[in-house]
């Protein structure tokens, strides 16, 4: 399973580390990083990480703001030689809209990756299904309950066992050890690292931050490099569809 570790450029701290440990893959969201040319914060963290780009719609509705896809799409293409993937722009709570702006994001050439969101109807996956092996699923990091998450996600590699699916905002070991997923992305590294988290590294200076995040980022790389989902788990009682 691939990891892709969520960056927002919001601290020096979160730079030091990426520079330090150099996790291979980065999640980043277009929210946050619209304003900057990724060349200038690839110099930033000293290397080249395979990236992956959200939209950050969720985002930008927790904040009031709205995203044109006519500007996700510029930086995609000012940016295109440091991306290696991106999701389609998805539009919150409507789910017709979301499907539209990813057919036009095909008919002008790009190949995005589309976003099922929890709580949307079974037809919604499966007219992707129909037409692409590489599908988002998201919508569940309000849900409280990750064991309900789980089972979810569970439902839906299991039905499409032939489809890659990547998990968005969640990486709880509740979720991700118990199915095969191609991809998640996890912004705990840094969240833990500013909450004290590994408390054994104690102190609320820079430089404990950093210390903290790098342990945070080097025990998930060396978590998800030993992860195999046995294949009896793989199942469910429901099906989705």
Known sequence: MKLYHVAVDSSTAEVEALRQVKPPRLLLSYFYFRNKPLGEYIEKIGYTPEIILDSGAWSAYNKGKGIALTEYLKYIEENKEYIHKYFSLDVIFDSQMSYRYWQIMKEKGYNPIPVFHYGEEA????????????????????????????????????????????????????IISTCDLESTDSSTWFMQAIMGKPKHIKGTSR???????????????????????????????????
Not at 140 to 163: A, C, F, H, L, S
Not at 207 to 215: G, L, P, S
């Open 207 to 241: 430089e404990a931050k950093i210390e903290r995040a790098i342990f945070n980022l080097k025990r998930e790389l060396e978590i998800y490099a030993s992860l195999i989902v046995p294949s009896n788990d793989c199942s469910s009682q429901y099906y989705y569809g």
């Open 123 to 174: 037809a919604h996956l499966k007219r992707y299904v129909e037409q692409t092996d590489y599908i988002g699923l998201g919508g569940t990091v309000t849900i409280k309950d990750k064991n309900e998450v789980g089972d979810w996600v569970r439902m839906i590699t299991w039905q499409y066992p032939d489809k890659k699916f990547h998990l968005l905002g969640s990486s709880s070991d509740k």
